[in-house]
C-alpha cells in the first residue's frame, strides 16, 4: 500500500476510510451501505458505504493504548483503522469496540446507552481517545481486514487517499443512517445493488461500483473476509488516458483484481441522479 507520500498531488490528498459492514443474509452476504445527503460536495445523493476523513484526533497517542490489533502499524495505516471505527460508529451506529472489563464485543444494549455520543464525536466536541476512556472501551482493530486502496484521480478539485477495510458487523448492533450526513440506508446483496445501479434506480460512483462488485464474487462473510486476507491490497489511482476510438477514459491497473481496468470518462463525470419511479 501507498502511504500518501510522493503521489501526484499528495500535497492535496485527503486521508479518508471506509468499512464494509457485512453480514450472512438469508440469500447470501449483505453489505450495509448509506445514501450520502445530497447537499454534501462529494458523491451527493449517492449509495456507499460508511466512511469519512481522517481526524487529527484520530492519532492521538492515547488511541493507541485503547486499542486492540494495531500493533506495529506506521501511524498513517493506524490513523486510517481508527477513522474507519468511528466514522462506522457516528455514520450507522455500528461500533467496533470491547468493554475493558470483558474483553468482549460490547451488546446492543451497552451500544444504546452510547448513541449519544455519535453527534459530538461527528461535531470533532468529543475525541475518539476521551470517548474510550470514558467508557471504558478498546477498539476492535482486529476486526478490520484491509480489502482496497484507491486515490482519486489527479484531475479532480478533492482528492481522496482512501483505505477500504471488510468487518463482520456484530449481530445484534443495529445499523441506521445518521440522518445528516446520510439520509438513508440498507443492508443489500452486491448483485441487487449492481442491478438496481444499472437500471437507474440508484447512484453509485465508479470506485464503489468496482468494490461492490468484487464483494459480490464471495457467497458469505467468511469467503469475503478469507479471501481479503489473502489477497494483496494494490493501490488504484485512476489515470486520465484515451482508447483506441481516442475516446477519454479512466484507466486503473489490471493486477488490482477488477473485472475492468477501463472505464470512459463521460460514465464517471456524470453521476446522475436516479431515475424516478
Not at 37 to 44: G, P, T, V
Not at 186 to 191: G, M, S
Not at 213 to 235: F, Y
Amino acid at each position: 500500500m501507498a502511504n500518501g507520500q510522493g503521489q501526484a498531488g499528495s500535497d492535496r490528498l485527503i486521508p479518508a476510510a471506509t468499512i464494509l459492514l457485512l453480514r450472512d443474509g438469508m440469500e447470501g452476504l449483505e453489505v450495509f451501505m448509506v445514501v450520502r445527503h445530497h447537499q454534501i460536495d462529494f458523491a451527493s445523493g449517492a449509495l456507499v458505504f460508511p466512511g469519512g476523513k481522517v481526524d487529527k484526533l484520530d492519532m492521538a497517542p492515547a488511541v493507541r493504548e485503547r486499542a486492540d490489533g494495531m500493533d506495529g502499524l506506521d501511524d498513517w495505516e493506524f490513523s486510517m483503522r481508527v477513522a474507519a471505527i468511528r466514522e462506522a460508529f457516528e455514520e450507522s451506529g455500528v461500533l467496533l469496540a470491547r468493554s475493558e472489563q470483558t474483553g468482549s464485543i460490547i451488546d446492543a444494549g451497552r451500544l444504546k446507552g452510547l448513541e449519544h455520543y455519535r453527534d459530538p464525536l461527528n461535531r470533532g466536541e468529543v475525541g475518539i481517545a476521551d470517548f474510550l476512556a470514558r467508557e471504558g472501551l478498546r477498539l476492535a482493530g482486529d476486526m478490520l481486514t484491509p480489502f482496497a486502496h484507491w486515490i482519486t484521480p489527479n484531475m479532480m478539485p478533492k482528492r481522496f487517499d482512501t483505505r477500504f477495510y471488510l468487518a463482520n458487523a456484530p449481530e445484534d448492533h443495529l445499523a441506521v443512517h445518521d440522518g445528516s450526513e446520510s439520509v438513508d440506508s440498507v443492508w443489500i446483496r452486491p448483485d441487487i445493488a449492481l442491478r438496481e445501479a444499472e437500471e437507474g434506480k440508484r447512484t453509485i460512483i465508479f470506485p464503489t461500483r468496482m468494490n461492490v462488485e468484487k464483494l459480490g464474487h464471495s457467497p458469505n462473510v467468511s469467503h469475503a473476509i478469507e479471501t481479503a486476507k489473502k489477497t494483496p491490497v494494490v493501490t488504484v489511482e485512476p489515470q486520465v488516458t484515451k482508447n483506441e476510438k481516442g475516446e477519454p477514459i479512466l484507466r486503473i491497473p489490471a493486477e488490482a483484481g477488477y473485472s475492468v481496468t477501463d472505464e470512459p470518462l463521460s460514465a464517471v463525470a456524470n453521476v446522475a441522479k436516479p431515475k424516478a419511479g
